[in-house]
C-alpha cells in the first residue's frame, strides 16, 4: 500500500513538472532543471515499480542513471554555449541567425 501511494504521488510531481515546463517560457536553464526533475522522478518511480512487481531491473537501472548523467553534460554544454554566445539563458533573445 505504501508503494502504491508512493507511485501515485510521483506520478503527480510529473504531471505538476510538465505543467510548469510547458508554462516556462524565459529561461532555457529552468527548463533543462525541470526536464532533470522529470529525470529524477523516473529514476525514483522504475525500481520502486520494479520492486512491487517483483521484478529485478538492476541493468536497467544503471542505464538510466548513465543516461541521465549524459542528458545533464550535454544540457550544461548548451547552457554554456549559450551564455558565451548571446551573454544570458533567456530564449527570447537568441536569433536563429546568429547560431
Same mark, same amino acid.
Given at each position: 500500500?505504501?508503494?502504491?501511494? @508512493? ?14 515546463? @510547458?508554462?516556462?517560457?524565459?529561461? @532555457? ?38 543516461? !541521465?548523467?549524459?542528458?545533464? !553534460? ?11 554566445? @548571446? ?9 536563429? !541567425? !546568429?547560431?
Amino acid at each position: 500500500m505504501i508503494i502504491v501511494s @508512493f507511485i501515485l504521488v510521483l506520478i503527480m510531481a510529473v504531471r505538476a513538472i510538465f505543467f510548469s515546463f @510547458f508554462l516556462q517560457r524565459d529561461h @532555457f536553464l529552468i527548463a533543462l532543471l525541470l526536464l532533470e526533475l522529470i529525470s529524477i522522478a523516473l529514476v525514483l518511480g522504475i525500481p520502486i515499480t520494479s520492486y512491487s512487481l517483483g521484478v529485478v531491473s538492476t541493468p536497467f537501472f544503471l542505464v538510466l542513471l548513465t543516461m !541521465r548523467a549524459c542528458e545533464a !553534460r550535454v544540457g550544461l554544454a548548451v547552457i554554456v554555449y549559450l551564455v558565451r554566445s @548571446f551573454g544570458d539563458d533567456i530564449l527570447q533573445s537568441i536569433s536563429v !541567425r !546568429r547560431l
